[in-house]
């Protein structure tokens, strides 16, 4: 069986993303020699990554009581990390809110990007990844159209995404599928989530030549 773990990034029950999302899902189902689970970055209600997880290293050292913020912050990251190492394949779907990535997705990345982890140094400092064994899909939704040469910089969702778990975690894009404009071109919106689905639909069929 080949495990795939579908994060899900947004808590709009109409959001396009989500959309993409039920999409994926549905069609995955149909895939056999694989087994399907979500980690929805909302629901799981991840503590922002910072100090409160450090100083719950330190106490755990030292057999000191940890705060409740403390014990979750602990908690989000062993979590994050075991859904994260059990898959070979990763789908990411998510939206782009105000240029980038909602911040319950960042908290999962934060707590998955680290050092002896995701990556590490070799002995002359260079950056190895740690999880080339690891294969992933992007599922995107924005809006606006950031994909011309003068709106493609503006644009730090998928382009973070992609430089973080395969530039740095080192993970093989089977697929990548964007609905974009939709909310720019209200009179194609209709045509441009349904060619998008049906993309989506597409890359989840992919999967067949992922399964171990």
């Known amino acids: 069986m080949t495990n795939v773990l579908v994060v899900k990034a947004n ?22 020699g694989i087994n399907l689970s979500t980690f929805d970055v909302f629901e799981e209600n991840l503590p ?35 859904v994260l190492s059990a898959a070979d394949v990763v789908v990411f779907a998510f939206p782009l809110w105000n240029l980038t990535i909602p911040a319950a997705l960042q908290s999962f990345i934060d707590y998955t990007y680290g050092a002896g982890y995701s990556f590490k140094y070799d002995e002359n400092g260079n950056l190895v990844s740690l999880m080339t064994d690891k294969k992933y899909i992007v599922l995107a939704a924005r ?25 740095v975690f080192g993970m093989q894009k089977v697929d990548e599928v964007i609905i974009e404009g939709h909310n720019a071109n209200p009179a194609e919106a209709e045509n441009i989530i349904a060619a998008g689905l049906e993309n989506v639909k597409a890359a989840a069929q992919k999967l067949v030549t992922v399964t171990a």
């Open 11 to 32: 808590n709009r029950p109409d959001g396009v993303s989500t959309k993409m999302y039920e999409t994926f899902v549905a069609e995955a189902a149909k895939v056999e």
């Open 48 to 82: 922002y990554f910072g100090q409160e997880l450090f100083n719950a290293f330190g106490k755990a050292q030292t057999g000191e009581a940890l705060s409740d913020i403390q014990n979750a912050s602990l908690a989000a990251l062993n979590k994050s990390r075991e």
């Open 143 to 167: 809006g606006g159209v950031y994909s011309t040469p003068e709106t493609a910089p503006m644009e730090m969702a998928v382009n973070y995404i992609n430089n973080a778990i395969g530039g």
